[in-house]
């Protein structure tokens, strides 16, 4: 399978409400999985709380991607996390990555968020009690 459709495939499956999230990502992520995004580094355990406390607060999440490039064992992207907060405010983001695989699971994500709809207090997709 081309890694990019396989990183589109994961996504999918991440945030879907229908698949527990912690076995998931475990299926889809190297035990060794590295993150940095924004500056600020993470591993697989810290990850999965990373997902799961958003996904809980969001609803008709969806992935537009603008780019994939593939090289090797490795995607480039650019796409927006596109949906709503469960009070039914819209929440988008742009999300510019680096994604590594090792074994067909993803190893390492570097990148950069920005949110375009949603507070800073709402970051990650996750909504608090602050207007989006």
């Not at 090289?71 to 819209?90: F, L």
């Amino acid at each position: 399978m081309e890694y990019k459709r396989l990183l589109q495939d994961i996504w999918q499956k991440v945030y879907d409400n229908n698949l527990d999230t912690a076995t998931t990502i475990k299926q889809f992520f190297h035990p060794s999985f590295k993150q940095c995004i924004n500056g600020e580094e993470s591993d697989l355990d810290d990850f999965i709380k990373h997902v799961i406390a958003p996904k809980i607060q969001m609803i008709d999440i969806h992935m537009d991607y603008k780019y994939l490039v593939e090289e090797g064992e490795s995607v480039e992207a650019c796409y927006y996390p596109i949906g709503k907060n469960t009070k039914g405010k819209p929440i988008k983001a742009e999300v510019i990555v680096y994604v590594e695989f090792l074994n067909q699971q993803i190893r390492l994500i570097h990148g950069q968020v920005r949110y375009i709809k949603g507070s800073l207090a709402n970051a990650d997709m996750y909504n608090g009690d602050n207007d989006a």
